[in-house]
């Protein structure tokens, strides 16, 4: 008797859109923090100390609300199906966004023959370039380590295998580039702070000036 009233429930809820609201706002949810929590891993990976904590703020918030909505309605299994499903989908939406988004900075290693000239071309094309000899099997080789932004990688990838389509590559990710790890996030609050130091020691140098 409690299974058919169960159902009546149920198929009463169904018929004024309640369940599909609910079960739609869990998915969208799910897909969202999962997003953040991709995103967040990616973060911590790449040193972006500012970024990690914002999207792991942002993740456990809807993580909070969504988990709360499917233990109150603990009864409703088809729930727990939208949970799973949206964590799914999430990990891909997260990684997508990631990879339109492009943070941080490769290494695209190198290895072509000698007389294509790689290094001189690239050279040309304004990249940072550092070549290395080498020896294979097949004679002497360049050995060409190239330090790039993620974003601006496919294009160099390209114009690589148009001067030399018989180029070896590797590519992998780099978290330091330069003398000291700079964090995207915190530019803009170090600039500001550099600007307020100006502010005030321009004063005192130029009093400390007249004195003299």
């Known amino acids: ?8 429930d149920w198929i009463t809820r169904v018929g004024q859109g309640q369940v599909w609201l609910l079960a739609l706002g869990i998915f969208v949810a799910r897909i969202a923090d999962q997003s953040f929590a991709t995103l967040r891993t990616i973060s911590i990976f790449r040193g972006f100390k500012v970024l990690a904590a914002l999207f792991g703020f942002m993740e456990v918030f809807i993580w909070i609300n969504v988990i709360a909505q499917v233990i109150r309605n603990l009864d409703d299994w088809y729930l727990g199906v939208v ?3 949206g964590f799914a989908a999430g990990n891909f939406v997260g990684m997508w ?3 339109r988004l492009a943070i941080g900075h490769q290494m695209v290693r190198v290895i072509s023959k000698r007389e294509a000239n790689l ?3 690239l050279w040309k094309l304004n990249y940072a370039v550092v070549e290395m000899d080498g020896r294979t099997v097949a004679g002497e080789m360049d050995i060409l380590f190239v330090a790039e932004k993620r974003r601006n990688v496919p ?3 390209r114009q690589i295998h ?6 070896f590559l590797t590519v992998e990710d780099v978290k330091q580039v330069g003398l000291r790890q700079r964090d995207p996030s915190v530019v803009w609050g170090e600039k500001m702070i550099g600007d307020v130091g100006k502010w005030v020691t321009h004063p005192l140098k130029k009093r400390t000036k007249e004195k003299g």
Do not use: G, P
């Open 1 to 8: 008797m409690n299974f058919v009233t169960d159902l009546v």
């Open 83 to 85: 949970y799973a499903v």
């Open 97 to 99: 966004i990631e990879s």
């Open 119 to 121: 290094a001189d071309e």
């Open 155 to 157: 294009k160099l990838l």
């Open 162 to 167: 148009e001067i030399d389509h018989e180029a």
